[in-house]
């Protein structure tokens, strides 16, 4: 912000003389210059005859000074300024050391602008290689009760050139039916530095509160702020302070330290304080060089309700409606299309509209969201339709939500209202049964480590056909110590009868890879039910977990266990259920292997299933070395020198690294960790560059008019591999390179 107001200053600041020579008599001279106490470096100047020193009117500008008034000099075309006549400053000068102080008010320096949100990386890779990948999962289940049934589970995807071609679906056989259907098909490009997603295929899609999900088959466009690491689409806090001296912000969130930040003298803005929780107290603790203590208190409601001021968020799509999915591979019917566009007006206003069509049926409406200060964020959503139905009075209809949420501290708080006219419908279309009339909710809750939390919630339904209804819960949960939790509700529904049901439980995790827990449940209409479950936890490398649920009721019992064991490869499941029910003996199970083959450019391998991005890398061709993702180990390289990577994040920063302790030492690798931000879905490859260390020792000898004698102290350009090296020979000609 200081250099951008570089050229403005030298019209602003002073009159200009015609462009002259050095004044007679000036001489040049180095001088250094503290402005407030900081050190900016040192300047050529001009010095003359009566002991004027002329600086350069834009090196002021550079080092701070926002619009330096006093005695200007044109030399040679360029602005000086008489250091002694600084106006609105204190100078002095040490003639010894040649080093001018100079005090200036913080009103008078540039504003500086820091960012508190955290940086993406230097050289995050965003690798675009080539991969394929093809998710499997065969399966036999059946029981006492239910058919024997083969089924055969699949998912391709494969990433070209930008492009992810991606399509699934199932093969089931069983005795009284064969079948396979095809699921999902479509092609997605992103375009990762517009934020923007596009998918030629089919896709599911919704509008918001008052939207269907339509699974549609054509063209759907929308805005994806994840994309891209460490961006933030909701508002964010900024301060603004000063300070004289060099000093050290300390920023503090309801007394707890968050961040320390140095600051030059000067305005100052911190930017970007990103927290959640509502109503948060915001603390800024300035200390400069001296010990001169400043201190600045802010109030900021934090909320993800909202978009930063003029940023867009939407989603379009348009296309054939799918038609008994799940059932029927290629069935498609009925022309459908959504809109759905948000807005950040402001940081504290949101608004947007949206619209949905399905055959004949039209639903659109608009809504807002809006931040009331310190006092929580209200919104609104209005809906109207239009339908087909058999009634000419009932086809258009409209629907109003109200809502308002506050968070403080420990303390959370809401109420929503909904309320349909009697002829309002989605575009998916309501039975009379089901046709809503009004929708009330609150609920409120608080916490603290000590005491726990606790809840209440309030949700009621009237109906415009059929009994109205209502649901109250009480819940409370508490850590018990550091390693069990306990949890309780007590709930209430009314609708023909009044009706309570309790429940307590207590969970226990003794290590970070086993579980346990206990609960039991009444029911004013039922017997007690209580349910044991315990196990090892599914390991996310290699590994077996399994666990075993127990369930005693008054006149049901059941014993379901399971496991799943991962290999490299692939990964075993079972899962087994017995159970009794007044006399009814049935069982059931179910065994499957699942896995996937893969490619990466001209990597091949076999791994468990893949549900997102995934990768290779490649250390040279060094085995046995610790490879780690996110600073937990994930395996070791193999005689090849790699190691596979199932499980990475779309779009996140993934920080991969190696332990250079497993590297030999006749090996040279520049360097040990990398951050990698895969595309959506994608195989990456991430290579350490691991390089052998050939040492050549011997003599050189050149042999001229047919005389050879050691090349003594010479350099010789050596090249190996198509790398230069500089040879230098000794004594004997005698040399040594690597």
Known sequence: ????????????????????????????????????????????????????????????????????????????GEAHLALQSLQ???????????????????????????????????????????????????????????????????????????????????????????????????????????FQRNI???????????????????????????????????????????????????????????????????EFELQNLNYFGGAQDVQVVVKDKLGKTQVFDYKYYFTDDLLQKDLHEYNYGFGLARKDYGVKSFAYENFGGSAYHRYGYSDNLTVGGRAELLAKNFNFGSFASYRLGQAGVVSANLALSRAKEERADAATGNALALRYAYQSGSFIGSAGLRRFSNAYSPTSGFTNKDRPQLETELSTGYGSQSLGNFGVTYNGFKKYIGESKSFTTLNYTRAISGKANLFASYSTASENTTGSAFFIGVAWYPSIDYSASLSSQKRSDAGATTVIDAGRNVPIGEGLGYRVAIERG????????????????????????????????????????????????????????????????????????????????????????????????????????????????????????????????????????????????????????????????VEINLVLNGKSTLLSTGRRGEFYAE
Request: with cysteine; aromatic share 10%; hydrophobic share 40%.
């Open 200 to 266: 030629v295929g089919d896709f599911f899609t919704t509008t918001g509160e008052f939207g269907s999900v339509l699974n549609l088959g054509g063209l759907n466009i929308a805005k994806l702020y994840s994309q891209q690491p460490n961006f933030v689409k909701h508002p964010m806090a900024n301060f603004i302070g000063s300070t004289a001296l060099p000093a050290e912000a300390d920023i503090y969130l309801n007394g707890n330290r968050i961040r320390t930040q140095k600051i030059s003298p000067g």
């Open 554 to 713: 008054a006149n049901a019992s059941a014993v379901a266990p399971s496991g799943q064991y991962n290999t490299r490869v692939g990964s075993f499941s079972t899962e087994l259920r017995a159970q009794n029910v007044d006399g009814n003996k049935t069982n059931s199970y179910d065994f499957a292997f699942s896995g996937s083959a893969l490619q990466v450019g001209e990597q091949y391998g076999f791994s468990r299933t893949i549900n997102d991005s995934f990768g290779f890398v490649q250390v040279g061709d060094i085995e046995n070395v610790r490879v780690y993702q996110n600073n937990q180990e994930i395996g070791k390289t193999d005689k090849l020198g790699r190691v596979f990577l199932p499980f990475m994040g779309s779009f996140v920063e993934n920080q991969i690294s190696i332990n250079d302790k497993d590297i030999p030492i006749d090996y040279n690798i520049v360097n040990v960790d990398q951050f990698v931000s895969p595309n959506y879905r994608s195989g990456n490859l991430i290579s350490f560059s691991a390089t052998r260390i050939q040492a050549l020792t011997g003599k050189l000898k050149m042999r001229f008019n047919e005389v050879t004698d050691a090349a003594e102290y």
């Open 88 to 194: 609105k400053a204190t100078v002095s000068l040490d003639e010894k050391t040649q080093v001018f102080d100079i005090l200036s008010a913080p009103e008078a320096l540039g504003k500086q602008a820091i960012d508190l949100l955290p940086k993406n990386h230097a050289n995050t890779l965003v690798p675009k290689n080539d991969s394929l990948f093809f998710n499997y999962r065969a399966g036999f289940s059946g029981g006492n009760q239910t058919e024997k049934t083969i089924s055969l589970l699949h998912e391709f995807g494969m990433w070209r050139d930008d492009y992810l071609f991606l399509t699934d679906g199932a093969y089931t056989a069983a005795k009284s039916n064969k079948q396979f259907v095809r699921n999902m098909s479509s092609m997605v490009y992103d375009k990762r530095e517009l």
């Open 1 to 76: 912000a200081r250099l951008r107001s570089a050229c403005l200053t030298l019209f602003l600041s002073a009159t200009f003389h015609a462009a002259a020579a050095p004044p007679s008599g000036a001489s040049n001279a180095v001088i250094s210059i503290n402005l407030n106490s900081e050190a900016t470096g040192e300047y050529v100047v001009w010095v003359t005859a009566d002991g004027k020193y002329l600086v350069k009117l834009s090196d002021l500008v550079a080092i701070g000074l926002k619009n330096p008034v006093g005695d200007i000099i044109d030399i040679d």
